[in-house]
């Protein structure tokens, strides 16, 4: 099971690197998992499909304070962090460009549409959400 784990992780990556954000689709009952799961949240489903994502996304709930522990965050800001709900899936992310300050502003009019984009950190990418 870990092995498999990690293979779904790796294609994750790579797809990233050709600039395409990838999810897992339940072929029984249609839900979409994204990031990509070894199993469907919905039904429990094993088998699942890869499919490319849109892009498109909500901006849900923001979750102050910004600032994560690490330098590694430092690439980011300024940002907030965020619950997202993409395609049926829900997550918490890094929503990008948008200050401590703007974020409390943006509380009163969520949900917000939001766009998932692919962001270079030094020698691999990963998906933040920028306002559309
Ligand atoms: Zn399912």
Redesign the pocket.
């Known amino acids: 099971m870990a092995i498999k784990m990690e293979r779904i992780v790796q294609r994750y990556y790579e797809e990233l690197e050709n600039g395409k954000i990838m999810g897992r689709k339940?072929?029984?009952?249609?839900?979409i998992q994204f990031p990509p799961r070894i199993?469907?949240?919905?039904?429990?489903?094993f088998e699942?499909e890869w499919i490319e994502m849109s892009g498109n996304a909500m901006l849900t709930d923001i979750t102050l304070p910004s600032r994560m522990t690490g330098p590694s965050t430092e690439v980011f800001q300024p940002f907030v962090m965020g619950c997202f709900e993409m395609e049926g899936s829900e997550l918490n992310g890094i929503l990008r460009n948008i200050s401590s300050e703007e974020a409390e502003g943006l509380k009163e009019r969520l949900p917000l549409p939001v766009k998932a984009c692919i962001f270079q950190i030094e020698n691999m990418k990963t998906v933040v959400f920028e306002l559309v």
């Open positions: 339940c072929p029984a009952c249609g839900a199993a469907c949240t919905s039904c429990g489903n699942q």
